[in-house]
């Protein structure tokens, strides 16, 4: 059974540091693109990064410069560094996959079959 796992949600001041992990359970992320997407309250997903079986990473104007994704295949774990968090980063953050597709990698949340339960991120002005 495919499962994934975030952790590493918190509370932190404007500017602070947070790095998430997505753990997955019961498949391998060789064939998988992986994306981060996040809810504030009251709004839709938000795609914030993601991250091709290539290793290609993509990101978010908002979060350009200050996220970094990543992963460690032979840990099946998928890493969003978080630095410079400003309050409009604050929500709940999902990590997501797809398998690999010959159009590409969809930055569309809707595209993701599976998905973590989501950790909650605040960030306090």
């Known amino acids: 059974q495919m499962r994934l796992v975030e952790s590493g949600g918190g509370l932190v001041q404007r500017g602070g540091s947070l790095r998430l992990t997505c753990t997955t359970i019961?498949?391998?992320?060789?064939?998988?693109?992986i994306g981060w997407f996040r809810q504030a309250p009251g709004k839709d997903y938000e795609g914030v990064s993601w991250?091709?079986?290539?290793?290609?990473?993509v990101y978010a104007d908002s979060v350009k410069g200050r996220f970094t994704v990543s992963k460690a295949a032979a840990r099946n774990m998928v890493y969003l560094q978080m630095d410079n968090l400003e309050p409009d980063d604050t929500g709940v953050y999902y990590c997501?996959?797809?398998?690999?597709?010959?159009?590409?990698?969809?930055?569309?949340?809707?595209?993701?079959?599976?998905w973590g339960q989501g950790t909650q991120v605040t960030v306090s002005s």
């Open positions: 019961g498949f391998t992320l060789e064939d998988w693109n």
């Open positions: 997501a996959v797809h398998w690999k597709r010959s159009s590409g990698q969809s930055k569309t949340w809707k595209d993701y079959p599976y």
């Open positions: 991250l091709n079986t290539a290793g290609l990473a």
